[in-house]
């Protein structure tokens, strides 16, 4: 026995060796472990077996991988790369009577997609002990029985394989049996019950005996049975099966108390000793708990859940027993056959979500594995997506595909993706089943914000309030978050030589634009300005858009009267022929305004007059004329009020006094300057005394520069009654120029003044022409008798005539107020 056992033990390991060596020869990594080893225990490394290193297990994503119906007893340490155990290992429990027990795991490989197989042999240790199915085993011997008879008993069961498994049969030592151990066509062993000395009934009827059972583990096991022969009269024969051997297919799935195979045996005695009933022999709990047997019919029905998945063939051993106790053994194979009654099932072992909408035609976007645990074409399983998606199925390598995009992303078009994978099997009919995956688009910076129009304008009225809004410029990105959140800012530029961010602001986060001053119409009329919409993605974005600004008149600037001179300069009388017809124009007021359009069209009316029918003034020219023929009885001095209005809302005016004098003579000039001034003051006094004496003082001089005055003048002097106005043009201020044909200077004017002559109290005359007119820019810093000078000969000339216009416009004032006092 012993060196049968090494022989056997020999001859599997050398299979085994060869196994191993064909598994290596294709690539695949074959381990080999007892059962029962520790949670924990390495196995072996498969880092190193592979020729990789540890990290590139855990950045490649190495996993195992095992059918659904596997139970994960074994485990990859990604840390060292070593095989563990993960559970118990129960070599009975998962192979059964099976020889040969292996695990098969896939490692799974990543990023290139990479698989290899793993078998792990499980070798069994001596961890049960043979077992009876009774424990007692009784039977029935006839004291006819002759010497040598063999009676079979029980086989005992041992759930190891092996040497492992029974291998020895002892009997107590007795005066009538000996035992004979023999092997079945399995390699099992049963023993034999050899009667060696007759029996007696007369003398003992009943016979126990101690039967063991002992496998060939390292430590020995064993089992026990009490034998109890009860000792009868002749009964010579036993029960014979129909067949050696019932092998039938069973379909999976089929329904409870279904009649499997019936077995039958006949036995040749009569009466009792004829009577056969049936039981199993030795089965496992598994075949007990899926299968039934009629004691008396024979009849195998299905009793549990058939699941070829689970169990594809099941063995048990049938025992037919007459009425005395002898039995017959026969073997019942059953083989399950597979039915369509699995779908496929699909995992998803890995996905890129979000996948950047920028990723490349083809780029790889997850990984997925379909099973089905039927067998055969139910198993062959093809898989597909719906069309109307950028992605696709490449079949990769044994059941697994890669999920790739056949077109570009765009996520602003679409952000999330429904992909429905349907896995469909060849059974027949063939089974389906789908599974949807969510796959999101993530945003990448590929947008500027878009202004939502080319450019903005804005109407502000002069004089604003500073801070006050004008307007909004809004522009949308289309990204996502910091990509699509716009910010606003003002593009560096000039408005006339002052930076843009003197005359406006901008909210970044609103985009409204705020009046940094107020605005005056008559300094600048419109502007224009930059805005720049920024993203905030990685490089940021931008976009530009003009805003234009165009700021409207307001009506803040009062008429300004050119003509006659406004109030505190001296006054200028005008004279009015007494024969003037009706219709002449004796005068003219002339006035501006620095507002715009409406708010610049001036209108004049007369307010007060000293004779109110003698005289009327055009509305809009100002023109002054005589609205009657003139009489001697009309009064020679005449005062007009005149009132000059804009048009704007609310409307400015001001007002002017001409001074008329109606006569043919000038000598009643300076009657009329006397009775402008009516009222005597006792400081005037004193001041014209104090003039007067130094008048006398410089009379002599005064005669001389009088003479130097006529040498500097070349042209003749006009007569006040001729009918033309004179008012020099510098009295027009810098800035009132035509307002774009709105105002009310549509022509230029150049005045010529001139004081009486000939009169008892003004004996000179003094000539000044105003041909020149100023920049718009510049300011009147001289005196009209300053800027008549410096149009004479020459320069030293000039001097000369500058200084006697001034001794002489003060000796002309003194002469007056002389006359008046």
Known sequence: ??????????????????????????????????????????????????????KSLSDRKARLDTDRTSRRLC????????????????????????????????????????????????????????????DQIKLEIGESADKGARFPLDEAHDLDTGVNAVQR???????????????????????????????????????????????GGSPQRSGTAVIHVTVLDANDNIPVFSQAVYKVSLPENSPLDFVVVTVSATDADEGPNGEVTYDFGRVSDKVKNVFSLEQKTGEIRVKGQIDFEEESVYEMRIQAKDGLGLVSYTKVIIEITDVNDNKPEIFIKSLYNPIPENAVIGTEAGIINVQDNDSGENKNIRCSIQHNVPFKLVPSIKNYYSLVTTSELDREVVTDYNITITATDEGSPPLSSSKTIQLSVSDVNDNSPVFDKQSYSAQVTENNKPGSSIC????????????????????????????????????????????????????CRSFKAHVVARDNGSPPLSSNVTVSVRITDQNDNSPLILYPAPAGSSIMTEMVPRAAPAGSLVS???????????????????????????????????????????????????????????????????????????????????????????????????????????????????????????????????LLFDGAVAIPSAYLPPNYADMEGAGTLRSSYNYDTYLTTGSRTSDFKFVTSYNDTLPADQTVRKSPSEAGGEDLTGRMEGRQCNEVKVVLSISIAVLQMERSL
């Open 1 to 54: 026995m012993g060196q049968n056992g090494f022989m056997v033990t020999t001859s599997f390991s050398i299979c085994f060796f060869i196994l191993l060596m064909l598994h290596t020869s294709r690539g695949d990594m074959s381990y080999s472990i007892e059962e029962e080893m520790r949670r924990g225990s390495v196995i072996g490394n498969i880092a190193k077996d592979l020729g990789l290193d540890v």
């Open 75 to 134: 485990d990859m340490n990604l840390s060292t790369g070593g095989l563990i155990v993960a559970e118990r290992i129960d070599r009975e429990e998962i192979c059964g009577p099976r020889v040969s027990c292996a695990l098969i795991y896939e490692l799974i490989l990543e990023n290139p997609l990479e698989m290899h197989r793993i078998v792990i042999q499980i070798q069994d240790i001596n961890d049960n002990s043979p077992r009876f199915s009774n």
């Open 169 to 215: 049969y002892f009997l107590d030592k007795n005066d009538h049996f000996k035992l004979a151990v023999n092997t079945n066509t399995d390699g099992g062993k049963y023993a034999e019950l050899i009667l060696d000395k007759e029996l007696d009934r007369e003398i003992q009827q009943e016979v126990s005996l101690l039967l063991t059972a002992s496998d």
């Open 472 to 523: 909004s410029v809004t522009a949308r990105d289309p990204d996502w978050r910091q990509n699509g959140t716009v910010f606003y800012s003002l593009l560096p530029s000039e408005v006339n030589g002052v930076p843009v961010s003197s005359f406006l602001s901008i909210n970044g986060d609103t985009g409204v634009i705020h009046a940094v001053r107020s605005y005056d119409y008559e300094q």
């Open 588 to 718: 003219k007021v002339i006035a501006v305004d620095a507002d715009s359009g409406q708010n610049a069209w001036l209108s004049y009316q007369i307010v007060k007059s000293t004779d109110p029918g003698l005289f009327s003034i055009g509305q809009y020219s100002g023109e002054i004329r005589a609205q009657r023929d003139i009489v001697g009885t009309d009064s020679m001095k005449q005062n007009l009020v005149i009132l000059v209005k804009d048009n704007g809302h609310p409307s400015l005016s001001a007002t002017c006094t001409v001074y008329l004098v109606i006569s043919d003579n000038l000598s009643d000039l300076p009657e009329v300057n006397n009775a402008s001034y009516d009222e005597p003051s006792s400081k005037l006094t004193t001041y014209l005394i104090i003039a007067l004496v130094s008048v006398s003082t410089f009379f002599l001089t005064f005669i001389i520069l009088v003479v130097a005055v006529r040498l500097c003048h070349r042209r003749k002097p006009r």
